[in-house]
């Protein structure tokens, strides 16, 4: 090598060291963009990057999830094996009988039925649903039940109270005495349990209004026709309904009757007796 050859490249060298290095901060100054091949410049993934160091990052980043453990979605036209085995990979059991469901969440006098819970554990299966999932699904319908129940339960008590006022009013004075009767017939030519049936309303079959007066009805003929002694355990007083006191005013009315005769001896009886059933009959 010539000697100027050497001195050209001592200066060369010289030069090197000397020029200061170029920090992040001034690249990040400038427009980072410059530095990379045009055609990829506006790329819209590098949309969200402003500098060099978050483009370092990005890469990190995604050369970390390189080696994750990823699940794709099975598309349109997947087979059955596929979606099984992607539901298989989010977790689902690998049978039905493998989902370990609790029932805390059963509503208070609802027990739980062997049958439903093989119906819900097969559909949560055929659904790919993870264990979490089916627990979720599972309580949320527990909680529905439970709302459902006791409005259908305050509903029934609603029903069953209006059904009490509307039959006091019907049977009067009377209405102890025909719930005797009632009970006296359900219990001689029925059974205690057969009032206890619930029917779709939510109501029991005793306290069903057709129910109770055709009971009624039943005693009033038995005691009449038959005698009072004929219902074990049946006692009345006697007491008329509103539509049997209008009866009696009626017989008691009519043409020709010390009623309408001041000067009959029975006349005042009659009077009182007319009184005391138009009272009745209110």
């Known amino acids: 090598m010539s000697e100027e050859q050497a001195t050209e490249v001592s200066a060369d060298v010289m030069r090197d060291a000397v020029q200061p290095e170029v920090t992040q901060s001034e690249v990040s100054s400038e427009d980072w963009r410059t530095a990379i091949p045009e055609e990829i410049r506006d790329h819209k993934s590098l949309s969200h990057i402003n500098d060099i160091g978050a483009l370092a990052k990005s890469y990190v980043h995604a050369q970390q999830m390189i080696g994750a453990d990823k699940v794709v979605l099975p598309g349109k036209s997947a087979t059955e094996d596929e979606w099984n085995e992607f539901y298989t990979r989010i977790g689902r059991p690998e049978a039905p009988d493998n989902y ?18 093989n119906w819900f554990k097969e559909t949560a299966f055929n659904a790919g649903m993870t264990p979490q999932q089916a627990q979720t699904m599972l309580d949320a319908y527990n909680q529905l039940t439970g709302e459902t129940v006791q409005m ?42 057969l009032a206890e049936i619930q029917l779709a309303d939510g109501t029991l079959l005793g306290d069903n209004p057709d ?8 005693g009033t003929y038995i005691t009449e026709r038959v005698g009072e002694d004929s219902l074990e355990g049946v006692r009345t007083t006697g007491a ?9 005013v009626r017989d008691l009315t009519q043409p020709n009757t010390p009623y309408w005769d001041a000067r009959h001896p029975e006349h005042q009886y009659y009077v009182n007796e007319v009184l005391k059933y138009r009272s009745a009959a209110v």
Not at 100 to 112: C, D, R, T
Not at 240 to 248: S, V
Request: overall charge negative; charged content about 25%; glycine content about 8%.
């Open 211 to 218: 129910i109770v007066r055709m009971f009624a009805n039943l």
């Open 100 to 117: 370990n469901l609790s029932l805390e969440s059963m509503p208070e006098g609802v027990e739980a039925d062997e049958g439903m819970m």
């Open 152 to 193: 259908t339960q305050q509903e029934a008590e609603q029903r069953v109270a209006q059904v009490e006022v509307d039959l006091q009013r019907e049977f009067g004075q009377a209405f102890e005495d025909k719930l005797a009767l009632a009970n006296g017939v359900l219990h001689e030519f029925g059974s205690p349990d």
């Open 240 to 248: 008329l309904t509103p539509e049997g006191a209008m009866d009696k």
